[in-house]
């Protein structure tokens, strides 16, 4: 059995064609290094999908609970944390979840949160 959905497999192709891609390893060894780091990026570089992703793997290495990232608008934030969700191959409120004023979805196991 694979460890992964043949649809994981699919996102993946994509995402390692994405020009964040190639900075992965610097960004995880700067996150080890720094509480903070800014980020600037072209549209469409995988910053909002791939950058938390990482940040969950590398809180889960150190043995870290949670991730939390920022969205401007509600709807942006239900989008993104759809598709990170997807992309690590995970069901929605399982890792990723969401919270704002309205609602709130958080769960126990909770890794990132939009």
């Given at each position: ?30 996150l080890s290094q720094h ?80």
């Open positions: 059995m694979l460890p992964y959905t043949p649809r994981y497999y699919e996102l993946y192709k994509k995402r390692i064609t994405l020009p964040v891609f190639e900075y992965r390893t610097d960004f995880m060894r700067l509480q903070c780091i800014v980020l600037v990026g072209e549209t469409g570089s995988g910053k909002t999908t791939q950058i938390p992703q990482w940040c969950v793997e590398y809180s889960r290495s150190i043995g870290s609970k949670g991730v939390a990232c920022t969205q401007p608008r509600r709807v942006a934030a239900m989008s993104v944390a759809q598709r990170v969700s997807e992309e690590m191959d995970v069901a929605l409120g399982m890792y990723i979840t969401q919270k704002n004023s309205k609602k709130n979805f958080v769960k126990e196991i909770l890794k990132t949160i939009f």
